[in-house]
């Protein structure tokens, strides 16, 4: 009860998030209306649109306007959050218009006047009541904190980690198997119940953006209690994309701690203690659209490997999981998003396969990318590894 009070009481009226998102919608539209000469380069790298060819982003585009005039109907709901926020069309655009900043503005609008899919409204009742993404009950989070924090360096810390709610959930392994690479770092790092993700994941794929400033807002200030220097974003591509899109559209409704705080990639982090540490060609790296497109981060993961698969992303179809912009959250197991996912992620676990003779295991810095690939490994039949990046990692520093 404590912990629910507290929340609330910081909320920030979903009011003042109403009005700022019709703004900038209005303004995004008016640019894309400017610029766009219709030359459909962007529909044509579409994910969404190589499984089902209306969904697209001009189409999307089209129905932000709609959301906007407040003229939406069903089909426009579906489209936009069926959107991968994959970037694909971005890049493929000669003019860089950012198609997924639209619809993730249009679908946060809709989801804060009550019109999201009704799965993800039952997944909103339950973030609100715990305080995190998916809804983990603070007994589960307490239990694999005070388990990960012995781990921990027993000096004053001065960096906080902070994992994302997938490893809180269900890969608990690959959360302690994060810490233990830290451990080996030597770095005076903790872990703390108050901050077990970023807020990414309701943030931006279930498009919430007022419950994920709470929960980023609430990481900061425990930070800041804690007199934390640094925060180390884990393995959750959604965190990295809040982290933009919160400073994008909300940066004044962000919390400013009284000295300033860096966040850091755990794998920027990885990458200058075990700089070319993973010496096997063996495996295929997938390149999650969260932190390269997204969040700009060079790859520094792509540095662990001596000599490294390179990552498609220079083809068709190539850029995309399958699991991005909350379609792997979605619960209606026959939607349409469950059909769009499964037939992306298993395109582009065939892709990264063929991508060498020699692939034997397939990875991703990504723990939702890895999700998407484990479930599309079972329909195609794929008879090798699936592993997170930081478990390959682990066994090399171990085993040397
Ligand atoms: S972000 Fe991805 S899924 Fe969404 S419209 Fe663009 S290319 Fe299609
Ligand atoms: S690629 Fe860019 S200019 Fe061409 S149709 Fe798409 S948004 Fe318009």
Same mark, same amino acid.
């Given at each position: ?16 998030? /109403?009005? /700022? ?65 994959? #970037? ?42 715990? #305080? ?18 012995? +781990? ?24 302690? $198997?994060? &810490? ?46 804690? $007199? ?91 850029? @995309? ?20 996912? $499964?037939?992306?992620? @298993? ?11 020699? +692939? ?8 939702? &990318? ?31």
């Amino acid at each position: 009860m404590k912990i629910l009070s507290r929340w609330v009481k910081r909320s920030i009226s979903q009011e003042v998030f /109403r009005k /700022r998102i019709r703004r900038l919608l209005r303004i995004y539209l008016n640019i894309y209306d400017d610029i766009c000469m219709r030359c459909n380069l962007c529909v044509s790298t579409c994910p969404s649109h190589k499984v089902i060819k209306d969904f697209n982003p001009r189409k999307r585009v089209d129905s932000a306007r709609r959301v906007l005039k407040r003229e939406y109907k069903r089909g426009d709901i579906d489209l936009l959050f069926t959107c991968l926020l994959c #970037g694909s069309c971005k890049i493929s655009c000669p003019f860089s218009l950012d198609i997924p900043e639209i619809v993730y503005l249009a679908r946060s609008l809709l989801a804060l006047e009550g019109e999201a899919p009704e799965d993800l409204v039952k997944i909103y009742f339950k973030a609100e009541r715990e #305080g995190n993404s998916f809804g983990i009950s603070r007994e589960k989070i307490d239990k694999i904190i005070s388990e990960t924090s012995k +781990i921990a360096s027993e000096e004053k810390p001065r960096e906080l980690y902070v994992p994302g709610p997938l490893d809180i959930s269900l890969y608990e392994d690959v959360f302690i $198997n994060n &810490c233990e690479l830290l451990k080996e770092m030597r770095i005076r790092w903790t872990v703390s119940s108050e901050a077990v993700e970023l807020g990414g994941n309701i943030g931006i794929d279930m498009s919430r953006p007022d419950l994920g400033l709470k929960i980023l807002n609430n990481v900061l200030r425990e930070a800041e209690k804690m $007199n934390i220097k640094k925060i180390i974003i884990g393995d959750c591509g959604a965190d990295y994309k809040w982290l933009i899109y919160s400073q994008r559209f909300f940066p004044d409704l962000i919390y400013k701690p009284s000295y300033n705080i860096e966040f850091v990639s755990i794998y920027e982090l990885f990458m200058r203690s075990f700089s070319r540490y993973i010496k096997r060609r063996d495996v295929a790296i997938h390149d999650p659209c969260s932190m390269t497109r997204t969040a700009d981060l060079e790859r520094s993961y792509l540095k662990l490997f001596e000599k490294p698969n390179k990552p498609l992303n220079n083809g068709l179809y190539t850029l @995309c999981c399958g699991a991005g912009g909350g379609l792997s959250i979605r619960r209606d197991n026959d939607s349409l998003s469950k059909k769009l996912m $499964n037939e992306i992620s @298993c395109l582009r676990l065939r892709q990264l396969i063929r991508s060498s003779e020699d +692939i034997k295991m397939i990875t991703s810095p990504c723990i939702k &990318c890895l999700t998407a690939f484990l479930t599309a490994s079972l329909y195609i039949g794929y008879e090798y590894e699936i592993e997170p990046l930081s478990n390959i990692l682990l066994k090399c520093v171990k085993n040397v």
